[in-house]
């Protein structure tokens, strides 16, 4: 039997640490599924309290597939998580839509070890593993609240971040 992994994040912006995780996913995993998973409307305002630009899923999934473009294995999708109910209120409905979107395909997982018991919930067709969040040592809140850990940011997107940045003005339409 094939190994699918999945690796779901917002990617707010993507940095080293997730492209860390997708790595080892295609190490260990015959393809795998990144899934950007987000409710915009709750990432812009996100992005707003920051003072941090705001990209579209489109646009960080292109970041995302220009790293990984010499490799065939990786799949991108967007999920969109609008008009369901929040963590952890919705996470059957999501769990639902979440494999109409993306397929019954999955049968590994990786995550923070604090969704394990999720995963084992509403996936227990699906493997856990566990990731380290600290092995790179950046969280998207760290990128969205000091300039410092931008070095950080997926190459593919440095540019545009650090161009938005400068500009100073932030389009959240």
Do not use: Q
Request: aromatic letters at 14%; one cysteine or more.
């Amino acid at each position: 039997m094939k190994k699918v992994g999945c690796f779901v994040g917002k990617f707010l912006p993507p940095h080293l640490g997730h492209l860390s995780v997708v790595d080892r996913a295609i190490k260990e995993c015959d393809s795998v599924v990144v899934v950007l998973a987000e409710n915009p409307e709750k990432s812009k305002e996100r992005c707003r309290e920051t003072n941090f630009p705001y990209f579209t899923p489109e646009t960080r999934l292109r970041w995302f597939r220009e790293h990984y473009k010499n490799n065939s294995n990786v799949e991108f999708v967007f999920f969109d998580e609008s008009g369901l109910k929040s963590f952890p209120d919705g996470l059957k409905e999501w769990s639902r839509k979440f494999k109409e979107v993306v397929g019954n395909k999955i049968n590994v997982k990786y995550a923070d070890e604090s969704y394990r018991h999720l995963n084992e919930e509403y996936f227990p067709e699906c493997e856990f593993v566990p990731i380290d969040r600290d092995l790179i040592p950046v969280h998207g809140t760290n990128i969205r609240t000091d300039k410092n850990y931008l070095k950080y940011v997926i190459p593919e997107g440095y540019i545009d971040i650090k161009n938005e940045l400068e500009k100073g003005e932030k389009d959240y339409e």
